[in-house]
């Protein structure tokens, strides 16, 4: 009897062996990829630790510490361009964002999305039908009290302390998806093919993703720790986008916030999103 | 003991080939899977969570439902029970490892899943999920062993595994409890986002789970020389019937809190899941044939003439497994996306390979059960 308990847990070992061999030989068919990955994302993880240079707040005096990054979205100068896409293209060419053929695999980080399923809780069917059916540029919001840092079974999604920014650790990613079901406003994508082959021009400051992983808006994180605005900031030439630190008092921000009626989406969620949006 | 798995007649061998056949083709299909990614599937950027998912959730509960025989029979030492209740122990074990199996194909990166114990993240319901799953495998194949183990030998059981035992009761209601919360705390799904949901499962749990174990039981009867007798199997029905109408009775408190108030963001899902909205309705056949197997199962059951004839129990056993499965195994997680967070609706149809993974961890657990019970009914002597 013993005897045959062994053998017969000799021959589950052996079957077991043969079945956990298989993962990393097909593990090694991909390693050169993985590799090309990590070396570009170094310089993005290092980015992630230090402090933006430009707001160097305490030493320079000019903005408080922590820092608590916003956008303010002037949707009423933006509608007027609606086939306007500058700020889309830029922050995808800069991040390397894929444009896939078939919808079911799209991944976005900024898009325009009708205003009446942006804000569907404020529509109003007498309302204005031009501004219902006005695009309204969305993001991630960056939440105070981000629902997606909460649900990460990995801490790959995480809130920064110093500036608030929801980041995200593609390396440490398991690709559960938990983070898409938990974000109210859909600004979450998963990778569900290899984005590489469908990037058209990658950018080599930037890392690129693999399959199997969740992406989203950073806030462009790695040029703020140069000193730069967001690239969708930066590339918007009628001035609809306005970014800026809530903490310091006299920023533009809180200065646009004081003399503006502003909305946030779905403010009822308690998720305190740091996007603001003048309509 | 467990090498009478690796022995057994011609009927035996066929029905495990026919197994390792299904499993061999899905795993063909979930290497194409992890070769090209979950494009493969029919999820996408705004149902990121089907059939994968669906099933675990639904697995989680037939392995919670082993308690519906452990407990009567070691608490309340209802003898009745005392050969059935290996059955459901072995279920439980190929139903976790089933749930496993079904959150390992649904990852995106499924060679980091240890990721999940190298930054341990208490916040996140998942982590609690994989720690109370993983704990009730652990219980189960240890009690379900050591105590076949004494029956080999025709002694009692050693007394350090009664509070073992008695730990599992709890433990099997936590399973799917925690379960629930990966879905019920969510600001983004108001579908989900509904306090009953955990004592739902439960009852779904405790009608699907122990339906199952009827009709293995049965067909066992059949096919070897186990028979439970009449007592248990009856048992058994009366935990199913109560377990099923506490189930509908809660359906119904959900859809009249959707209805009554009629808040958009909770009603619109209940009309996606009966009604459709617009143009897109391919939940709707299915949701109403739960619907109708649901009240068939409760006449079959609630009736006593029609619960003692064991022919009719069998069709309402099935009614209730099938019914609970539609139910939780394909609406109850897509429909939390569907409209989503936008209020715009993308449906979701599972893809062929998407099916045919999936067949492969039932058959998987199958299999896994099949020569668990094998060894049971070899202790026992009890074989053809």
Redesign the interface.
């Known amino acids: ?1 013993g005897v ?2 062994r ?2 847990v000799k ?1 589950a070992g052996a079957a077991a062996l043969g079945l956990t061999a298989a ?1 990393p030989i ?2 090694f068919s991909s390693e050169t990829e993985e590799k090309a990955d990590t070396s570009l994302c170094n310089t993005a993880t290092d980015s992630c630790v230090c402090k933006p240079p430009e707001v160097d707040p305490v030493e320079q005096g000019l903005k408080k510490d922590p820092t608590r990054w916003a956008m303010v979205v002037n949707l009423g100068e933006c509608r007027k361009h609606e086939d306007c896409k500058d700020c889309i293209l830029a922050c995808h060419e800069t991040h390397n964002v894929p444009d896939f053929p078939k ?5 976005k980080w900024i898009w325009k ?1 009708q205003f009446s ?2 804000f ?1 809780e404020v529509e109003n069917e007498f309302g204005d039908e031009e501004l219902n059916h006005s695009p309204a540029l969305l993001l991630c919001n960056h939440c105070d009290n981000p ?1 997606c ?8 999604t995480w809130k920064r302390e110093q500036d608030g920014i929801v980041m995200m650790d593609w390396h ?7 983070c ?7 600004s979450r ?6 984005p590489r082959p469908h990037i058209k021009e990658i950018n080599t400051d930037f890392p690129t993703r693999m ?4 992406e989203k808006c950073t806030f462009c994180d790695e040029r703020l720790a140069e000193g730069k605005l967001p690239a969708c900031v930066d590339a918007c030439k009628y001035g609809c986008l306005t970014f800026g630190d809530l903490e310091d008092a006299d920023s533009k921000v809180r200065e646009l916030l004081h003399s503006h009626f502003t909305i946030r989406r ?1 403010p009822g ?3 305190q999103p740091e996007v603001f949006y003048i309509v | 003991m467990i090498e009478n798995a690796l022995k057994g007649g011609k009927r035996y061998w066929s029905w495990i080939a026919f197994l390792l056949v299904i499993i061999a083709v899905g795993g063909l299909y979930w290497l194409r899977q992890f070769n090209e990614g979950l494009t493969i599937t029919g999820l996408n950027r705004d149902v990121s969570w089907g059939l994968y998912i669906a099933q675990f959730t639904f697995m989680v509960g037939v392995a919670a439902s082993a308690v519906m025989v452990v407990l009567p029979y070691y608490l309340h030492n209802y003898k009745a029970f005392g050969k059935i209740t290996i059955l459901g122990e072995f279920v439980a074990v190929g139903a976790c490892i089933m749930c496993m199996g079904f959150i390992f194909v649904d990852m995106g990166q499924p060679f980091r899943i240890t990721n999940v114990f190298l930054h341990p993240s208490p916040n996140s319901m998942m982590f609690w999920d994989t720690v109370v799953l993983m704990g009730y495998l652990v219980l189960n194949v240890l009690i379900s062993f050591v105590t076949l183990h004494s029956e080999k030998k025709s002694i009692a059981p050693p007394k350090w595994i009664r509070p073992i035992i008695i730990l599992s009761i709890p433990w099997a209601v936590s399973i799917h409890t925690v379960t629930a919360f990966l879905y019920a705390g969510l600001v983004a799904r108001p579908f989900w986002m509904t306090a009953v949901m955990a004592p739902r499962f439960l009852a779904t749990a405790f009608s699907a789970g122990p339906a199952l174990l009827i009709l293995l039981a049965l067909i066992l009867r059949k096919n070897t020389k186990f028979d439970t007798g009449k007592e248990p199997i009856q048992k058994l029905a009366i935990i199913v019937t109560y377990a099923m109408i506490m189930n509908v009775f809660l359906l119904l408190m959900e859809i009249f809190t959707a209805v009554y108030s009629g808040i958009p963001e909770h009603l619109d899902h209940f009309k996606y899941l009966y009604f459709g909205l617009g143009e897109n309705t391919a939940l709707v056949p299915w949701m109403w044939t739960s619907a109708v197997l649901a009240v068939i199962a409760l006449v079959l059951l609630i009736v006593p003439q029609f619960r003692k004839n064991e022919t009719l129990l069998i069709w309402g056993c099935i009614a209730v497994f099938i019914s609970i499965w539609i139910d939780k195994g394909m609406g109850m997680i897509v429909t939390g996306y569907i409209p989503n967070p936008l209020h715009t609706v993308t449906e979701y149809v599972p893809t062929f390979p998407e099916v045919m993974i999936t067949l492969m961890v039932w058959a998987l657990g199958g299999l896994i059960i099949t020569g668990l019970y094998k060894v049971a009914l070899s202790v026992r002597k009890q074989l053809v």
């Open positions: 009897m045959d308990r053998k017969f021959i993962p097909k593990l919808k079911k695999d799209e991944v999305e399923h942006a569907h629902p840092v909460k649900v990460c079974p990995t801490q790959a440490r990613c398991i690709g559960c998806r938990y898409l079901a938990a974000c109210p406003y859909g994508s998963f990778n569900y093919r290899d399959r199997g992983v969740v779905k969620l308690g998720t």
